[in-house]
């Protein structure tokens, strides 16, 4: 029965596996496909067309690239402080409204992104802020946070607090418990908030072109058009090239989230 169970767990593991992999496969053929219609198991004509005219646009390509991972980056920054904040407050303590402030944490679930966007536009062009990066920012937080706010709540109430009360009690302050106890163990939960503020952002399209007008030019408002307008092998290079930069981005975040573990890990052992 045992053996059973793991051959079941392997198959359906590989089924997944095989969703996630055939998908970029057929992406990374169809880069370099200039012809393959139906039935033929094998592209008719294969072609650089689409490689060498997005290499011809090198440099306005890496300008949108560093735009993309700029605002991105902002992002999922605020709202990692800002959702530990709220996670805290919403796991930690009891307080008049908190039932309010979970709902309002979650209702970004709940509103389609066009009915909000078309809200907060005529809010950001009363305030200045439209056709900004900043106004860009904002309106990616506000569909970013709650995925940060979700999956710190879970990570603060797997935690708790009584670490932190009993360094309070050898002499810590608040401050000192928080940054130099609490912090690092929640270390792992922080990467997880990051990485998914970051991509909520980093694939926002509709978001980004109607707050940001055209003036702000991100990877999503180039690549989109192209998905849209059926010339799939330039749709599918920037596709690989987005994959390409948020692999590498994540493991980034993999590698300096192990650094920042192992350095707490030896702190708290010596």
């Known amino acids: 029965m045992k053996t059973r169970n793991n051959r079941m767990i392997k198959i359906i593991l590989m089924f997944f596996a095989l969703l996630i992999v055939v998908p970029v496969v057929w992406m990374i053929i169809w880069a370099f496909t200039e012809r393959w219609a139906w039935p033929d198991i094998l592209p008719q004509v294969f072609s650089f067309r689409a490689v060498e005219g997005i290499l011809r646009k090198s440099t306005r390509l890496?300008?949108?690239?560093?735009?993309?991972?700029?605002?991105?980056?902002?992002?999922?920054?605020?709202?990692?402080?800002?959702?530990?904040?709220?996670?805290?407050?919403?796991?930690?303590?009891q307080f008049k409204g908190r039932d309010v402030?979970?709902?309002?944490?979650?209702?970004?679930?709940?509103?389609?992104?066009?009915?909000?966007?078309?809200?907060?536009?005529?809010?950001?062009?009363?305030?200045g802020w439209n056709n900004t990066v900043w106004g860009v920012i904002?309106?990616?937080?506000?569909?970013?946070?709650?995925?940060?706010?979700?999956?710190?709540?879970?990570?603060?109430?797997?935690?708790?607090?009584?670490?932190?009360?009993?360094?309070?009690?050898?002499?810590a302050s608040e401050g000192q418990a928080f940054?130099?106890?609490?912090?690092?163990l929640l270390v792992p939960v922080l990467l997880s908030a990051f990485s998914m503020a970051y991509i909520v952002s980093f694939s926002q399209y509709f978001?980004?072109?109607?707050?940001?007008?055209?003036?702000?030019?991100?990877?999503?408002?180039?690549?989109?058009?192209?998905?849209?307008?059926?010339?799939?092998n330039i749709a599918c290079v920037y596709s690989?090239?987005?994959?390409?930069?948020?692999?590498?981005?994540?493991?980034?975040?993999?590698?300096?989230?192990g650094k920042v573990s192992?350095?707490?890990?030896?702190?708290?052992y010596s």
């Open 138 to 171: 904002c309106a990616h937080l506000v569909c970013s946070l709650p995925y940060a706010v979700r999956l710190l709540m879970d990570g603060t109430e797997a935690l708790g607090d009584g670490l932190e009360e009993q360094a309070r009690v050898l002499g």
């Open 101 to 127: 402030l979970y709902f309002c944490s979650i209702l970004p679930f709940m509103v389609p992104v066009t009915v909000f966007a078309m809200g907060i536009q005529v809010t950001f062009i009363k305030l």
């Open 240 to 257: 690989v090239i987005f994959l390409g930069i948020t692999l590498v981005l994540f493991g980034i975040f993999e590698w300096t989230a």
């Open 62 to 93: 890496g300008q949108m690239m560093l735009s993309s991972v700029f605002i991105s980056l902002a992002v999922a920054a605020l709202a990692v402080v800002i959702g530990t904040m709220t996670a805290r407050a919403l796991v930690l303590y």
């Open 207 to 232: 978001l980004t072109l109607l707050i940001g007008g055209g003036q702000v030019k991100t990877f999503t408002i180039v690549m989109v058009p192209y998905l849209q307008g059926g010339d799939r």
């Open 262 to 268: 192992k350095n707490n890990s030896t702190e708290f």
């Open 179 to 184: 940054f130099r106890v609490t912090l690092p």
